[in-house]
């Protein structure tokens, strides 16, 4: 009944919205995106607004206080209807009001704001899914145990999922049948945050669970690759949003069922709803009490459960997830294993970087105490006016020793490297054991029969990146190698330097101003010596951050964080900074590196500029041949092309008007290589400079978002 009242309604809402031929603007504000759904939800409700003559503006939010400032932005830009799935349900009522005020309604998407001011509330029957889970894993163990995985409470949602199941599983509880041994709430609906409750769960060793009745389709995934081995396709597991990712694991056998919600329907309903509010009219939903405070205009869809059984006549039959989309990489089942080892790969590399940098905190601590002791040393000398050379002859001791410490360490260092190459090859003897999970899939090998060119093609592809990977750290250790030459030819030098001073010392004892004189060049040796080691630092710490893991990287964000740090550079020299990144807002990569490619790019940019115009300097992304292309450009004085290649060499400097040690643009090209990048460079002497920087598209990771693209699942 409420399917047909829905769908007649959107009949009647058509009606008025067809009068209206001039563009509206309709604000979208969404959370990230913790489930590939919303990617669906985003493309039909923005072709939808488009195909109705109105213009939709998308922004993506990840806390409550950028979702509201978002908000704000919107209606002051003249957005006529705001359409806000809400990060937190209490706190985006303040967004409800503050729309209000300029005569805005807001319309509640899939989640329930907690507002009495809304103009309309379209969702599913949230309760009703709760239900359902329960309800299907009972009729499957009506006796058992159940582990509940449920996401925040700040999502309304999560408390009426929460509650349904209950109203199903509590009678059995009260009669001993189904026992709770664990309810987990959690602070996001993150699946590594499902993955790292449900491993220390059997890592504590309490009773196994029968059943994991699970909120959704993402903490599923997380779950999944959470159980030890042997327990997949024995616990019984639900689901919800029937995801890209829900859907394989169902016909995979790893999860038992998930609740389909049709997102067309929806997105329809919601982008012809705002239309109609636009243009005044009554979105005409019945008045539905929420709790004793929120009674607002409500239509609640009702959803349907999906597991092995059904899915061709559901999500497969309305389009949601067509079957080439599910069995095209139906090979990510032979991965399960495989993430479980790689999670455990990760923990001890996580101690190794650990490792490493108590390692690096000594070694720096043994050469600050040797210098600390060598100057102590020499001021004992000239105040005291001995002659120091069993003190020198002690010293030079405890330099062998600390060498000898050093060399060590040096070897403890090469111990924890073949450690490393051990665990590659423990890795590759366990891609051997999957294999044995290739007998677990005859049920669907009628389906992936046509697939298995593919899959050689992508093992084909896992080996070919072993090898790449083995290049490339023989690469990263050649290039240890050569800087570990420069730094020891540029350390003998102000050692040279420190160690001349000091003989002078004794032949000049009775000369003050010769004393002074001698001790202010040691100091500028001192301070020589100080600047390698920080450039000495900054390598070690690229070699710490390769072995972090991909993640998403938001451009603005750290264009933004660069404005911060050079706050001061940038007031003083009143300099402009241009973004252009509206088609490449977000990449997959290693964050800290990104963090300092752009604040190297960008203060030199400043550091170089044009001494008779402002300085401008423009960030720009696009997509270029299937990479993704960031350029820094400015208007500075430039450099001449031959010299464009050798810029990236470390200490390497053309221009000696400004302070620089030539460490920047060598840390930029170590980052680019470890990324596995390219670096064009473009300079006019006197007009300035353009260095392109092109990173690979990423084809199975989340890598890229391109605004006003179709974006598939």
Known sequence: MKILFSRMLIIVLLSFVSASAISQKVGLLLGSYVSSRWYLDQKLFVDRIGDLGGECIVKIAYTPDEQSEQARKLIE?????????????????????YARGFGVPVISYDRLILSKD?????????????????????????????????????????????????EILQPHIDMGKIRIVD????????????????????????????VILVANDALASGVIQALPSGYAGKVLISGQDADLAGIRNVIAGNQTMTVYKPIKPLAYAAAEMAVALVNRKDPGADVIRHNDSIAVPTILMDPLVVDKSNYRETVLKDGHASLLEVVNNLGEA??????????????????????????????????????????????????????????LNR??????????????????????????????????????????????????????????????RQNEKLEEEVQKRTGELVQYIQQLEEYAFITAHNLRAPVARIAGLGQLIEKKQSNPEELKFILEKLSAASEELSLIFEDLNAVLNIRTFSMEVFTHVDIPEEINYVKDNLKAEISQHNVVIKTEVDQVQTIFSIKPYMQSILFNLISNAIKYRH??????????????????????????????????????????RYHF?????????????????????????????????????????RANSPSIEIVDENITI
């Open 77 to 97: 830009e003249g957005v006529e209807v705001l359409v806000i799935v809400p990060l937190d349900a209490d706190r985006a009522a303040s967004i409800v009001r």
């Open 118 to 166: 809304l103009a309309v509330y379209l969702s599913y029957d949230n309760l009703k899914v709760g239900r359902m889970q329960a309800q299907y894993m009972v009729s499957k163990v009506p006796r058992g145990n159940y582990l509940l995985i449920n996401g925040p409470t700040s999502d309304h949602n999560a408390i009426l999922f929460r509650k349904g199941q209950l």
């Open 395 to 456: 010293q030079k001791e405890i330099i062998e020793k600390k060498n000898e410490e050093l060399n060590q360490s040096n070897e403890t260092l090469r111990a924890y490297n073949d450690e490393l190459t051990q665990h590659q090859e423990e890795i590759s003897t366990q891609r051997d054991a999957i294999a044995i999970q290739n007998q677990k899939l005859e049920e669907v090998k009628k389906i992936i029969e046509q697939q298995r060119d593919e899959i050689m």
């Open 334 to 391: 032979f991965e399960q294993e495989r993430n479980k080892i790689r999670m455990s790969l990760l923990e001890k590399e996580k101690a190794l970087e650990i490792q490493k940098k108590v390692n690096q905190r000594n070694t720096f601590i043994i050469i600050l105490t040797f210098f600390l002791m060598s100057l102590i040393g020499l001021s004992y000398t000239i105040y005291q006016k001995q002659k120091d050379n069993k003190m």
């Open 183 to 210: 309810d987990v709430v959690l602070d996001n609906w993150s699946q590594m945050d499902a993955f790292e409750k449900v491993t220390l769960y059997y890592k504590s060793g309490r009773e196994k669970p029968d």
């Open 657 to 697: 008007h400004v302070e620089g040690r030539g460490i920047g643009l060598f840390l930029v090209k170590t980052q680019m290589d470890a990324l596995g990048g390219e670096i064009k460079v473009k300079s006019e002497v006197g007009r300035g400079t353009t260095i392109e920087l092109y990173l690979k598209y």
């Open 611 to 652: 001494p008779e115009r402002q300085p401008v300097i423009t960030v720009k992304t696009r997509l270029v041949d299937g990479k993704v292309c960031l350029s820094v450009s400015d208007n500075g004085i430039g450099i001449e092309e031959p010299y464009t290649e050798a810029m990236f060499e470390l200490y390497k």
